[in-house]
Each structure stands twice: as structure tokens, then as C-alpha cells.
């Protein structure tokens, strides 16, 4: 999908009176957080103050969140009744989210559904994945396949059907394929920018005001692995 727009280090993929869609970057925060870094949601909201010569504070409602180290689609609403038409899309499951991951030891099937039961850990900010149902856990279930078979790496396309925390990180390490570069979940080592190899690729909804579906593809960062994977 074409880029419209690169300015401010902001990829925009989609944009329009009432919802704007990025790609996000490693490293970018979705919406502050107790690092005080700079969020995503602050940088597109001083985008489309310059962009259209805004005056006064600019209405940005953050609809749903990417992990700081992963990349890929972010939708924000820019009108108030498109942020709450589309909290309830999320909220309903009524989107259709499609992730790439590269993936060090091949899962044994090539193509498999996966059933957790997640339970998260507050003191380090984790999700360990059950084959069974344990207290306060919750079900977690996608779908994956391999697309494409790298040098030392594999490629995987998912699909998730709930959408719990860190949901495909807990899932993969579980079957024994943890994401490159998620020392979290038992990669063996970091990437250089602290990322990991998870790529919100595609996002499918129904936009919030106009009904049209929407198809949404965000391209992958630019590094030798991604770029094999095209």
C-alpha cells in the first residue's frame, strides 16, 4: 500500500476527515506512558495541526494499541463519533487483524490453529500461555501459516481471533517459536533497535462514517529479513 505521507518520521497510511491510519515504528509508544517519552498519539496530533493549520488543541482519540517494539498499522479516530464507532468495532471483534512474525525454529505444522488460556503478570508485564484453563486466565486463539522459508528464519502469516495481551508473542514462544529479537518470550537475543520481528501487515474494517470497507496494508521495515519476505 502507498505511503501518502513521510513527514515528521509519520507513515501515513490512510487519512481522511474522521480516522487516520499509521505506520508505526519500533520503538514509538501508542499513547503516553509512565516513560514520559513522547507518544504516537502527541506526533500525529501536531501533524495534522500543521498540516491544516489548526488552531487551538487538535481531537485525536486513540482507538487501540500496538507493544512498544512491534510495528505496523495504528488507527486513530480524528472526530468523536468515528472514536466511538470504532471502539465498538474493536471492542466487538468486528475487524479482521492479519500479523507478520519471523520466527527462528519452524513450528511443527506448517499451517495450525492455537488455543491458549493467558494468564498476564502485572510485576512484569508478560502473558504466559496454557494448554489449560488456570485462574484468572483468559481464552487466546489465532491462526498461522508459513509464507515464506529465510536462510536461518521463518516467515508467518497470523490471524488473530481475540485479542489479548501480547497474545502472538506468548502463543508462538509456547509451540517453540518465539518472534526474533523477543528476549521477553525466550528469543535468544535482541535485535540492534530493541524491536522485535512482529508486523501489524493488514487491517480490514468498516470505515466508522462513510461504510466503506476498508483494506488496510502497512509495507514492513526496511531490513534485510523483512525485505526477503516481500
Known sequence: MKVLSNKNNLQV????????????R???????????????SEVVKEYIKEKYNKPGEVFLGVVHRLDRPTTGIVVFARTSKALTRLNDLF?????????????????????????????????NNTSKAH?????????ASLDYQI????????ALEINLHTGRHHQIRAQLAAIGSPIKGDLKYGFDR?????????????????????????????????????????
Open 26 to 40: 519500533v520503538g514509538d509508544i501508542v499513547q503516553g506512558d509512565k516513560t514520559g517519552d513522547k507518544p504516537l
Open 13 to 24: 497510511l490512510h487519512e481522511d476527515n474522521h480516522i487516520i491510519v499509521i505506520n508505526k
Open 131 to 139: 494448554l489449560k484453563e488456570v485462574p484468572d486466565s483468559k481464552v
Open 91 to 123: 471492542k466487538n471483534r468486528e475487524t479482521q487483524k492479519t500479523y507478520w512474525a519471523i520466527v527462528k525454529n519452524k513450528p511443527l505444522e506448517a499451517t495450525a490453529k492455537l488455543v491458549h488460556y493467558l494468564k498476564r503478570n502485572e510485576k
Open 147 to 154: 509464507i515464506k522459508e529465510l536462510n536461518n528464519y521463518v
Open 190 to 230: 535482541s535485535n540492534p533497535d530493541g524491536g522485535i520481528h512482529l508486523h501489524a501487515r493488514k487491517l480490514v474494517f468498516v470505515h466508522p462514517v462513510s461504510k466503506e470497507t476498508l483494506t488496510i496494508k502497512a509495507p514492513t521495515p526496511d531490513d534485510v529479513i523483512w525485505n526477503a519476505v516481500q
